[in-house]
């Protein structure tokens, strides 16, 4: 089974600095990956998703991006972060050809 | 636009009795649902799962009921322990319309498992 790392577990920045997070999974090849984000009291709003190395779709115009250098290495980033940025980002990934998504821990980021 | 809705924000139930959490879609589109729970500050975890070609999937405590005529989905627990208080989502997908097995969540319903 697939094991999802996320970090770094809270990160508090402040508003206009970059940002940088992480996601790596172990136990499965090529999978699909996704970056997620919920807002206080608010459901899980999908972020990007790659379906392989380099390849990227987002779903929601905005000021982060994402990238995958690496198979199972998944990083989502912000040149300027904005208040409205702060949330819950989580990083999920499933089998190619699967719908069942796994979840990593989840980054709590607070844009002050 | 809410192509998955989940009404009710909140369900408290008694030990032991039966929990059951709703779930309405839109999206003809959608062929396979999904249920997740999720404590504070962590990631979702996945329960259970069914496909548009089945009425009921059984999982142990957990099983899952779907009406497509209806566009509706049930989650049902039995019996429920405190250790189920969490947050539930509804998540739908479909292989068509390029949806890539993207999911689309609802916004969840807490249930509180009072002893």
């Known amino acids: 089974s697939q094991t999802i790392h996320q970090w770094p577990a809270t990160l508090v920045q402040p508003v206009g600095s970059p940002l940088s997070l992480e996601c790596t999974v172990e136990g499965t090849s090529n999978p699909n990956l996704y970056w997620y984000r919920q807002a206080a009291g608010r459901g899980l709003q999908l972020l990007f998703y790659?379906?392989?190395?380099?390849?990227i779709s987002s779903e929601v115009p905005q000021n982060l991006s994402a990238s995958r250098p690496q198979d199972r290495q998944f990083i989502l980033s912000s040149k300027k972060l904005l208040l409205s940025d702060s949330g819950f980002y989580l990083c999920?990934?499933?089998?190619?050809?699967?719908?069942?998504?796994?979840f990593g821990p989840g980054t709590r980021l607070t844009v002050t | 636009d809410q192509q998955v809705k989940q009404n009710s924000p909140s369900l408290s139930v008694q030990e032991g009795r039966i929990s059951i959490l709703n779930c309405d879609y839109t999206n003809s589109m959608f062929d396979y649902f999904l249920w997740y729970k999720k404590y504070p500050a962590e990631g979702p975890t996945f329960l259970i799962s069914?496909?548009?070609?089945?009425d009921k999937n059984e999982d142990g405590r957990f099983t899952v009921f779907l009406n497509k005529s209806a566009k509706h989905l049930s989650l049902h627990i039995v019996p429920s322990q405190p250790g189920d208080s969490a947050v539930y989502f509804c998540?739908?997908?479909?292989?068509?319309?390029?949806?890539?097995?993207?999911?689309?969540f609802g916004k969840g319903t807490l249930l509180t498992v009072n002893p």
């Open positions: 998540a739908a997908s479909g292989v068509g319309g390029g949806s890539n097995y993207k999911l689309t």
């Open positions: 999920a990934c499933a089998r190619a050809g699967a719908f069942e998504q796994y």
């Open positions: 069914i496909s548009s070609i089945k």
């Open positions: 790659s379906v392989g190395i380099g390849q």
